[in-house]
């Protein structure tokens, strides 16, 4: 995408965050769509393993990657169309990854694997494969099906053979083009139905139905979306003053403003949390109900959940895939894939605050004790029962009139009184902002920034709402067995049939390297991708363990 069509997109989207929505939508409408394509290892899995998986956003009708979306949506629905898994997806520059475990609770049957953006959901257009689960700890009809009409899979003795905990070093010369790629190693079985590849998802055309509602494009991250009602006719839901802080990220609050319609709009970027805050930040906030307006539902009813036959070489594969299984999972302690943290964008006071991490000084029993002695350019005032905390600006002058932002632990906290009820010796910094900060459309004299040694403090209130949200998937560095050390390989039984899997190949090395395992067969090396010039690229390759 060019860089003045994104540029007018962000003009586009923040005009109607701020509620200019009706000339607005038009012009949005006019931006190119999305479709996904998604790599997946395997369409055929049994309950217990896990499926990995690339995303690929392209701008429809163009071989280029989207910039548009940055958030993607996956979900596996049962032949129902009920969703029994869903995940979010961050993109970077169109490219996502992600995995989930298949939960021994499901049941054997054909499910489908769908992907989209909310951008691609005006038009319903979506991603579709059909995944074949198999749940061998289940007594089921179809693990005892039997069939003597196939033959299973005949070994071909031209593939190159490889023993056991062999290394094998794959050459990606002459393979690939400078590009985006994943790729899968894993045992394979000729009676398992093809997957889409890249190249089939090239020339798809898809069918575009209209949809009824109208869904923004997440151009900066999660976007939340919410609403006001007054309680009372004589209060405004225009121009309110909302807070929004994230459990369990200390990094991340936010204000806004509602619009005409008393709506309020938030982008949640690199955010991997489950559960948001939400509140009115303003004296009448007893006048306010908050509501969080949710897009989760999707018009399209999905169909063609075609059925694998199971004859009695699958069944034994199955059977022996099961038993691999077990084994697998009774070392996964130790075999462990590693979370890659997201990196946090500074908060736009970190340049400007002064911290006292409190145990360069004297412990005091109070936090009004140590406001007074630690804290030179804070200071609070009492009315009746409710404390205010204030802060002087940098020349020394105090204006009572406009109020300080407190935060702790990254939330929001209205009611100064409960900083007061904290026990000092749990509070490892407090950071002083002197000069004023914005906050909602709002002046304020100053901020305050508390943090607990356990981060473990969450506001109370009754005009605090919490509300869940989809949790953004983080990256991960994916666990695949090594042998370089040759005293491991006596220790630990090795029973994958997935060898390998890489959602983003880094073809500057010209290799994949992998080591075989205890398990004997044929398997098939499966890449994925696209050209930088968006030319598809769909390579396969097989060999066999001995």
């Known amino acids: 995408m060019n860089k003045k069509l994104l540029s007018t997109l962000f003009i586009f989207i923040n005009a109607l965050l701020i509620g200019q929505s009706e000339n607005f939508v038009d012009n949005l409408k006019a931006l190119p769509q999305e479709k996904i394509y998604v790599h997946a290892n395997s369409n055929f899995l049994l309950t217990g393993e896990k499926l990995y998986y690339t995303l690929y956003n392209f701008l429809e009708g163009k071989d280029e990657l989207s910039k548009i979306s940055k958030i993607a949506y996956v979900e596996l ?30 049941n054997s049957e054909t499910y489908k694997l769908i992907a989209y953006t909310q951008w691609m959901k005006n038009e319903n257009i979506f991603f579709e494969e059909n995944i074949f689960i198999i749940n061998p700890f289940k007594s089921n009809d179809l693990i005892s099906k039997t069939s003597t009409s196939a033959e299973g899979l005949k070994r071909n003795n031209t593939l190159k053979t490889y023993t056991k905990r062999e290394k094998v070093n794959l050459s990606l010369k002459d393979k690939l083009k400078d590009g985006k790629y994943s790729i899968s190693i894993k045992q394979t079985n000729n009676k398992i139905p093809n997957k889409t590849t890249s190249v089939n998802f090239s020339k798809n055309q898809y069918q575009k139905i209209k949809n009824n509602s109208f869904y ?191 935060i702790v632990d990254g939330y929001i906290v209205y009611d100064h009184n409960q900083l007061f009820d904290i026990d000092p010796k749990k509070i490892e910094s407090i950071a002083v902002v002197r000069d004023k900060y914005v906050f909602g459309g709002q ?22 709402k919490s509300f869940d949200i989809v949790k953004a998937q983080l990256p991960k560095k994916y666990y695949f067995e090594t042998y370089q050390n040759t005293s491991k390989k006596q220790r630990i039984p090795d029973y994958r049939t997935q060898l390998y899997w890489n959602p983003n190949i880094d073809v500057s090395k010209n290799q994949v390297v992998f080591y075989t395992s205890d398990v004997i067969g044929d398997f098939e090396i499966e890449i994925e991708g696209f050209t930088q010039n968006g030319e598809p690229i769909s390579y396969k390759e097989y060999f066999s363990v001995k």
């Open 443 to 464: 002046i304020c004299q100053g901020l305050i920034d508390v943090k607990t040694f356990k981060q473990e403090f969450i506001p109370q209130s009754d005009y605090i």
């Open 216 to 406: 923004l494009p997440e151009v900066r991250g999660n976007l939340i979306h919410g609403k006001i009602k007054s309680k009372d006719s004589l209060y405004s839901v225009s121009d309110v003053k909302i807070g929004l802080s994230v459990v369990n990220d200390d990094t991340f609050s936010r204000s806004g403003v509602t619009n005409e319609k008393g709506e309020f709009y938030f982008n949640l970027k690199d955010i991997s949390a489950s559960k948001i805050l939400l509140q009115v930040f303003d004296e009448t906030r007893d006048k306010y109900e908050i509501k969080l307006i949710t897009n989760n539902t999707i018009d399209k009813k999905f169909d063609n959940f075609t059925k694998i036959d199971l004859d009695n070489n699958l069944i034994e594969a199955i059977k022996d895939r099961a038993f691999y299984l077990q084994v697998e999972n009774a070392y996964k302690q130790i075999k462990q894939d590693t979370l890659i943290a997201l990196s946090k964008s500074k908060s736009s006071f970190d340049e400007r605050k002064e911290t006292f991490l409190l145990d360069d000084y004297k412990r005091f029993k109070t936090v009004k004790k140590t406001i007074i002695e630690v804290l030179e350019s804070v200071f609070y005032t009492k009315e009746g029962e409710t404390y205010s905390l204030h802060v002087r600006e940098p020349n020394a002058k105090t204006q009572k009139f406009l109020p300080t932002l407190l």
């Open 77 to 106: 629905l049962n032949s129902e169309n009920k969703s029994v898994i869903k995940q979010q997806i961050n993109l970077k520059d169109g490219l996502g990854s992600g995995d989930f475990f298949i939960d021994p609770n499901l």
